[in-house]
């Protein structure tokens, strides 16, 4: 089992570029967040998808968006890249509802927005 | 609001010393709270989950318990080696998701 799987798991952007970050799980999970790990401020939430067809902001939502493409695929977009979220992207999931279930991580994306 | 705190932030220990681990949570009504193991520049790993009904699980070295009256998770590791050093975080699950900062673990050969 592959469990959680991102890609990419480094990225160098300009300031003012786009891009996603993709994330997929083999587990047959109905829900799957995005979290930003940030020295000093821990594990913060930025969204999250309880189940396919749905997302709701989190923690820290200003500057991303995302889509649960379906259930597998939850991507996170960044449409104007800041310095202010270079940081460690992490994407996971659980069983269902928003905690009820053990969660799994995927290994990370390292960001630096230049 | 949830806040979940992990003290110390950072402990060194001699190899085969038990280590003890805090999480204390200022909102008792959680689903579980789970415990994940942080290695340099990888993925959280899943260690152990209570949930909200349970008092203890263990596996292996690793015994984590829950005391929801007082806000609290201890984990306990059992005769430390080198290996268990990482960055071990806690995570209380209510209405969201809150993580502690983390405690990071030296285990000295």
């Known amino acids: 089992n592959a469990g959680v799987t991102q890609t990419p798991k480094f990225q160098v952007l300009k300031t003012g570029q786009s891009m996603t970050l993709q994330c997929a799980q083999d587990?047959?999970?109905?829900?799957m967040y995005w979290y930003r790990q940030d020295p000093g401020m821990g594990l913060r939430l930025i969204y999250y998808?309880?189940?396919?067809?749905?997302?709701d902001k989190g923690e820290v939502p200003n500057g991303y968006n995302v889509s649960r493409l379906n259930k597998r695929e939850f991507s996170l977009r960044l449409e104007s890249a800041a310095p202010s979220q270079t940081s460690v992207y992490f994407c996971?999931?659980?069983?269902?509802?928003?905690?009820?279930?053990?969660?799994?991580f995927g290994q990370g994306t390292r960001l630096t927005v230049v | 609001k949830q806040e979940v705190t992990q003290i110390p932030a950072a402990l060194s220990v001699p190899e085969g010393e038990n280590l003890v681990l805090n999480c204390s949570f200022t909102?008792?009504?959680?689903?579980?709270l789970q415990w994940f193991r942080q290695d340099p520049g990888k993925g959280l790993t899943s260690l152990l989950l209570?949930?909200?009904?349970?008092r203890e699980q263990t596996s292996g070295r690793l015994n984590a318990s829950l005391d929801k009256s007082s806000g609290r998770s201890t984990l306990y590791i059992a005769a430390s080696q080198p290996g268990d050093s990482a960055t071990y975080l806690c995570?209380?699950?209510?209405?969201?998701?809150?993580f502690g900062g983390g405690t990071r673990v030296l285990v000295k050969p």
């Open positions: 587990m047959n999970h109905n829900s």
């Open positions: 996971a999931s659980t069983g269902s509802g928003l905690g009820n279930t053990e969660a799994f």
């Open positions: 998808s309880a189940s396919e067809g749905t997302t």
């Open positions: 995570r209380a699950a209510g209405n969201k998701l809150t």
């Open positions: 209570i949930q909200s009904s349970q």
């Open positions: 909102d008792s009504a959680i689903y579980n």
